[in-house]
Protein backbone atom coordinates (compact mmCIF):
# COMPACT_ATOMS: atom_id res chain seq x y z
CA UNK A 1 0.00 0.00 0.00
CA UNK A 2 1.93 2.88 -1.36
CA UNK A 3 1.72 6.51 0.19
CA UNK A 4 3.23 9.34 2.22
CA UNK A 5 2.44 9.08 5.76
CA UNK A 6 2.98 11.91 8.35
CA UNK A 7 3.09 11.61 12.44
CA UNK A 8 1.65 12.19 14.67
CA UNK A 9 -1.52 13.63 13.70
CA UNK A 10 -1.74 16.74 16.61
CA UNK A 11 1.21 18.05 18.15
CA UNK A 12 1.34 19.89 21.06
CA UNK A 13 4.89 21.72 22.24
CA UNK A 14 5.87 24.17 24.89
CA UNK A 15 7.34 27.11 24.07
CA UNK A 16 11.36 27.22 23.87
CA UNK A 17 11.32 23.24 22.95
CA UNK A 18 12.17 21.92 19.36
CA UNK A 19 9.62 19.76 18.16
CA UNK A 20 10.91 16.76 15.16
CA UNK A 21 7.77 15.81 12.55
CA UNK A 22 8.14 12.51 10.83
CA UNK A 23 7.60 12.39 6.77
CA UNK A 24 7.80 8.78 5.30
CA UNK A 25 7.47 7.54 1.82
CA UNK A 26 7.12 4.41 -0.22
CA UNK A 27 6.69 5.68 -3.68
CA UNK A 28 10.20 5.88 -4.76
CA UNK A 29 10.11 9.23 -5.06
CA UNK A 30 13.12 11.76 -5.57
CA UNK A 31 11.79 15.00 -4.06
CA UNK A 32 10.35 15.79 -1.07
CA UNK A 33 8.82 19.10 0.27
CA UNK A 34 7.58 20.59 3.55
CA UNK A 35 4.74 23.38 3.62
CA UNK A 36 2.96 25.26 6.19
CA UNK A 37 -0.56 26.12 6.21
CA UNK A 38 -2.38 28.87 8.72
CA UNK A 39 -6.11 28.61 8.85
CA UNK A 40 -7.64 30.31 5.49
CA UNK A 41 -4.34 30.59 3.55
CA UNK A 42 -2.38 28.68 0.77
CA UNK A 43 0.56 26.59 1.13
CA UNK A 44 4.60 28.42 2.22
CA UNK A 45 7.46 26.20 1.05
CA UNK A 46 9.64 25.34 4.35
CA UNK A 47 12.10 23.43 2.88
CA UNK A 48 12.43 20.88 -0.26
CA UNK A 49 14.63 18.58 -1.06
CA UNK A 50 15.18 17.44 -5.02
CA UNK A 51 17.43 14.35 -4.15
CA UNK A 52 18.69 12.53 -1.11
CA UNK A 53 21.35 14.36 0.71
CA UNK A 54 20.43 17.46 -0.26
CA UNK A 55 17.62 20.16 0.62
CA UNK A 56 17.06 23.83 0.19
CA UNK A 57 15.55 26.88 1.77
CA UNK A 58 12.40 27.24 0.79
CA UNK A 59 10.52 31.01 1.28
CA UNK A 60 9.85 30.28 5.39
CA UNK A 61 12.86 28.79 6.02
CA UNK A 62 14.08 30.16 9.84
CA UNK A 63 13.46 28.50 12.07
CA UNK A 64 13.28 25.14 10.42
CA UNK A 65 15.65 22.71 9.64
CA UNK A 66 15.20 19.50 8.39
CA UNK A 67 17.77 16.79 6.82
CA UNK A 68 17.41 14.06 4.10
CA UNK A 69 19.96 10.99 4.84
CA UNK A 70 17.31 8.45 3.28
CA UNK A 71 15.55 8.90 -0.13
CA UNK A 72 11.97 7.30 1.63
CA UNK A 73 12.49 10.05 5.15
CA UNK A 74 12.51 13.84 5.38
CA UNK A 75 11.73 15.24 8.63
CA UNK A 76 11.34 18.75 9.89
CA UNK A 77 12.59 20.26 12.98
CA UNK A 78 10.81 23.00 14.21
CA UNK A 79 12.69 24.56 16.64
CA UNK A 80 12.69 27.31 19.64
CA UNK A 81 13.66 29.95 17.64
CA UNK A 82 10.31 29.59 15.08
CA UNK A 83 8.48 32.57 16.37
CA UNK A 84 5.14 31.80 15.86
CA UNK A 85 4.99 27.71 15.37
CA UNK A 86 1.24 27.31 15.34
CA UNK A 87 -0.13 26.01 12.00
CA UNK A 88 -0.60 22.99 10.27
CA UNK A 89 2.27 21.06 8.65
CA UNK A 90 2.31 19.48 5.15
CA UNK A 91 4.98 17.08 3.63
CA UNK A 92 4.72 16.07 -0.15
CA UNK A 93 6.83 13.56 -2.37
CA UNK A 94 7.07 13.93 -6.35
CA UNK A 95 8.70 11.39 -8.59
CA UNK A 96 11.20 14.25 -9.85
CA UNK A 97 11.08 18.06 -8.58
CA UNK A 98 8.48 19.68 -10.35
CA UNK A 99 5.99 16.70 -10.76
CA UNK A 100 3.01 16.28 -9.67
CA UNK A 101 3.21 16.48 -5.54
CA UNK A 102 1.77 13.52 -3.33
CA UNK A 103 0.49 14.91 0.03
CA UNK A 104 0.48 12.85 3.32
CA UNK A 105 -2.87 14.11 5.85
CA UNK A 106 -0.40 16.65 7.95
CA UNK A 107 0.74 17.77 11.20
CA UNK A 108 -1.49 20.05 13.14
CA UNK A 109 1.19 22.06 16.00
CA UNK A 110 -0.07 24.06 18.50
CA UNK A 111 2.66 25.67 20.75
CA UNK A 112 1.03 26.10 24.64
CA UNK B 1 6.02 33.87 -2.99
CA UNK B 2 2.58 33.36 -3.91
CA UNK B 3 2.29 33.88 -7.49
CA UNK B 4 -1.52 32.17 -8.26
CA UNK B 5 -4.18 34.63 -7.24
CA UNK B 6 -7.95 31.82 -7.28
CA UNK B 7 -11.13 33.94 -7.72
CA UNK B 8 -13.37 33.58 -5.97
CA UNK B 9 -12.50 33.37 -2.46
CA UNK B 10 -15.42 31.33 -1.64
CA UNK B 11 -18.01 30.20 -3.39
CA UNK B 12 -21.81 28.56 -1.86
CA UNK B 13 -24.29 26.90 -4.64
CA UNK B 14 -26.86 23.93 -4.82
CA UNK B 15 -25.87 20.64 -5.66
CA UNK B 16 -26.07 19.83 -9.16
CA UNK B 17 -25.15 23.50 -10.49
CA UNK B 18 -21.86 23.63 -12.01
CA UNK B 19 -19.01 25.48 -9.81
CA UNK B 20 -16.33 27.59 -11.95
CA UNK B 21 -13.02 29.02 -10.52
CA UNK B 22 -10.29 30.98 -11.80
CA UNK B 23 -6.70 31.28 -11.18
CA UNK B 24 -4.17 33.91 -12.07
CA UNK B 25 -0.50 33.71 -12.28
CA UNK B 26 2.28 36.64 -13.03
CA UNK B 27 5.15 34.85 -14.79
CA UNK B 28 5.57 32.38 -17.74
CA UNK B 29 4.97 28.24 -16.37
CA UNK B 30 5.87 25.02 -17.45
CA UNK B 31 2.41 23.86 -16.17
CA UNK B 32 -0.75 25.07 -13.69
CA UNK B 33 -2.07 22.24 -11.48
CA UNK B 34 -5.42 22.14 -9.77
CA UNK B 35 -5.21 20.44 -6.43
CA UNK B 36 -8.44 19.69 -3.78
CA UNK B 37 -8.15 19.96 0.03
CA UNK B 38 -10.65 18.61 2.35
CA UNK B 39 -10.84 20.57 5.81
CA UNK B 40 -8.27 19.27 8.01
CA UNK B 41 -6.74 16.98 5.30
CA UNK B 42 -3.66 17.01 2.85
CA UNK B 43 -4.02 17.83 -0.89
CA UNK B 44 -5.16 15.69 -3.47
CA UNK B 45 -4.18 15.93 -7.15
CA UNK B 46 -6.51 16.58 -9.82
CA UNK B 47 -5.08 17.43 -13.05
CA UNK B 48 -2.36 19.29 -14.66
CA UNK B 49 -2.30 21.26 -17.60
CA UNK B 50 0.86 22.48 -19.79
CA UNK B 51 1.85 25.86 -21.02
CA UNK B 52 1.03 24.66 -24.46
CA UNK B 53 -2.24 22.84 -24.03
CA UNK B 54 -5.37 24.78 -23.82
CA UNK B 55 -8.17 22.24 -22.44
CA UNK B 56 -8.32 19.36 -20.85
CA UNK B 57 -11.07 17.06 -18.69
CA UNK B 58 -10.99 14.75 -16.29
CA UNK B 59 -14.20 13.16 -15.35
CA UNK B 60 -16.63 15.75 -14.24
CA UNK B 61 -13.44 18.16 -14.19
CA UNK B 62 -12.47 20.51 -16.92
CA UNK B 63 -9.88 22.98 -16.47
CA UNK B 64 -8.84 25.50 -19.50
CA UNK B 65 -5.29 27.73 -19.57
CA UNK B 66 -4.89 30.83 -21.03
CA UNK B 67 -1.28 31.72 -21.61
CA UNK B 68 -1.89 34.99 -23.49
CA UNK B 69 -4.19 36.40 -20.63
CA UNK B 70 -1.84 33.82 -17.94
CA UNK B 71 -4.99 32.66 -16.24
CA UNK B 72 -6.82 29.52 -16.01
CA UNK B 73 -10.44 27.88 -14.72
CA UNK B 74 -11.41 24.77 -13.16
CA UNK B 75 -14.96 23.96 -14.09
CA UNK B 76 -16.91 21.08 -11.55
CA UNK B 77 -20.55 19.93 -13.64
CA UNK B 78 -22.93 18.53 -11.55
CA UNK B 79 -21.79 19.30 -8.11
CA UNK B 80 -21.95 16.77 -5.65
CA UNK B 81 -22.16 17.56 -2.08
CA UNK B 82 -18.96 15.51 -1.65
CA UNK B 83 -16.77 18.44 -3.82
CA UNK B 84 -17.31 20.21 -0.36
CA UNK B 85 -13.37 21.52 0.02
CA UNK B 86 -11.17 24.52 -0.90
CA UNK B 87 -9.18 24.59 -4.48
CA UNK B 88 -5.75 25.43 -4.53
CA UNK B 89 -4.30 26.39 -7.94
CA UNK B 90 0.13 26.22 -8.23
CA UNK B 91 2.47 26.92 -11.06
CA UNK B 92 5.58 25.74 -11.79
CA UNK B 93 7.58 28.46 -13.21
CA UNK B 94 10.27 28.34 -15.84
CA UNK B 95 12.36 29.65 -13.18
CA UNK B 96 11.42 28.72 -9.97
CA UNK B 97 13.71 25.63 -9.64
CA UNK B 98 11.23 23.29 -10.30
CA UNK B 99 9.12 24.49 -7.31
CA UNK B 100 5.66 24.92 -6.88
CA UNK B 101 4.01 28.35 -6.06
CA UNK B 102 0.72 28.17 -4.46
CA UNK B 103 -2.91 30.47 -4.69
CA UNK B 104 -4.82 31.14 -1.67
CA UNK B 105 -7.72 28.63 -2.69
CA UNK B 106 -11.35 29.24 -2.99
CA UNK B 107 -13.71 27.37 -0.75
CA UNK B 108 -16.16 25.67 -2.40
CA UNK B 109 -19.96 25.06 -0.34
CA UNK B 110 -22.23 22.83 -1.95
CA UNK B 111 -25.43 22.81 -0.57
CA UNK B 112 -27.88 19.52 -0.57
Known amino acids: DGGITQSPKYLFRKEGQNVTLSCEQN?????MYWYRQDPGQGLRLIYY???????QKGDIAEGYSVSREKKESFPLTVTSAQKNPTAFYLC???????????FGPGTRLTVL | SQQGEEDPQALSIQEGENATMNCSYK?????LQWYRQNSGRGLVHLIL???NEREKHSGRLRVTLDTSKKSSSLLITASRAADTASYFC????????????WGAGTKLIIKP
Open chain 2, 90 to 101: ATENMDSNYQLI
Open chain 1, 27 to 31: LNHDA
Open chain 1, 49 to 55: SQIVNDF
Open chain 2, 27 to 31: TSINN
Open chain 2, 49 to 51: IRS
Open chain 1, 92 to 102: ASSLLAGDTQY
